[in-house]
């Protein structure tokens, strides 16, 4: 069975040339472009990697060259994208190229936290505010002073809260629950949201002002399917970070199962890589990895973007993929074998996904 070292590069089988005398003089230009190109993501991939950003495909260079364009400014960001695609790796290298690097870079995610407690803890509190409000409690907002504050899933922040993020956005100030003394802040807002906000905004879900305040500077993370060429590298660094966590020798990955993760479409997106390999690891006695291969050829096929020539919406192919993974885990959510493991979530974030898109215990029953 062929294998790759981890530490060694893929050979390059020597060939003849392909060009003859004639066009040889004409093409030298566009190879010396081409050869520039590549340095130039190798350079960016290799800058970005500091930060767990993993791969060199023209997609991911694509979303570098904005991330370094966007970053030493001021404006919003929105970073929009399926689950399990990266978009919070992106906010931690927005904040770290921004001037804004020396202040905290805060996180909320608005699907984990309930809707009654989503307030509170993006604006504060004062005692009294509510029962069992016996002491005052900053908000993500001030803690985020001079900083940045990455709101993930944005698109789960209902209506009446809306009203108040957009007042932050435009005025840089707001009052804690319960309080009426007004607080300013000074903060740079990373927004990110696997949903269409668009749509949303159509179907009278989101705030349209508050869309297109959020809207300034939005970046499209590509899906994993999109940017297969990546697969190799990304396994090779999640193998040997998983290697090092669990205290086992893997020195080597066959080449066979490559090819069997680059066959596999990958609906969870980089999470999804990251939590087989790690189960790989723990898998795997000896030097050479042994991946739970028959895992990815028994998986059923991602929902197709179009069924019988209906299209199919994101919420129903999101629904449909947690339905799998309750599935595959005979409806256990929590634990290291559940599936907020598998999706490679928080069982928090699992359990609020799965009340937002109405999986009920009688669906859980029959699985």
């Known amino acids: 069975m ?9 050979a390059v089988a020597s060939a003849a040339p392909v060009w003859n005398d004639a066009v ?69 290298a927005i904040h770290t ?9 805060v996180k909320v995610n608005c699907a984990a936290l309930p809707v009654t407690l989503l307030e509170s803890e993006l604006f504060g509190r004062e005692r009294g505010a509510y029962t069992g409000a016996v002491t005052p409690q900053q908000g993500r907002f001030e803690m985020a002073h001079r900083g940045t504050l990455f709101l993930d899933e944005v698109g789960e922040i209902p209506a009446e809260s809306q009203v108040k993020l957009l007042r932050v956005l435009q005025e840089q100030e707001f009052e804690r629950l319960g309080g009426g003394r007004t607080i300013r ?10 949903g269409d ?34 697969i190799r590298p990304l396994a090779e660094h999640f193998v040997r970070a998983s290697a090092r966590r669990f205290g086992r020798r893997i020195h080597a990955i066959p080449e066979g199962t490559f090819q069997e993760l680059a066959r596999y479409n990958w609906p969870g997106n980089v999470r999804e890589l990251q939590n087989f390999l790690e189960r790989a690891v723990i898998l795997s006695p000896g030097p050479v990895l042994r991946a739970p ?9 991602p929902v197709a973007e179009e069924t019988a020539g209906e299209p199919v919406s994101l919420r129903e192919s999101e629904r449909e993929f947690i339905l799998r993974a309750l599935r595959a885990t005979q409806g ?26 109405g999986i009920s215990g009688r669906e859980l029953q029959g699985i």
């Open 2 to 10: 062929a294998t790759m070292s981890l530490g060694a590069r893929s």
């Open 24 to 92: 040889e003089n004409g093409a030298s230009q566009s190879v010396a472009s081409m050869l520039d190109v590549s340095n130039a993501r190798e350079s960016l991939s290799s800058a970005f990697s500091a930060h767990g950003i993993i791969g060199h495909s023209g997609a991911l260079t694509e979303v570098m060259h904005q991330v370094n364009m966007v970053a030493p400014l001021d404006a919003t960001v929105l970073l929009l994208g399926e689950t399990g695609t990266g978009k919070e790796l992106i906010a931690q």
């Open 97 to 105: 190229q921004s001037r804004r690097r020396g202040a905290p870079l």
């Open 185 to 194: 802040v000074d903060v740079r807002l990373v927004a990110a949201t696997n």
């Open 197 to 230: 906000l668009r749509s949303m905004v159509d179907n009278r879900q989101f705030r349209g002002d508050l869309f297109y305040r959020l809207n300034v500077c939005p970046i499209r993370l590509p899906a994993l399917r999109e940017r297969k060429e990546d």
């Open 293 to 301: 291969l028959a895992e990815l050829r028994d998986t059923p096929a």
């Open 332 to 357: 256990v959510v929590g634990g290291p074998q559940g599936a907020a493991a598998r999706l490679g979530v928080k069982r928090t974030t699992l359990i609020a996904k799965m009340a937002r898109l």
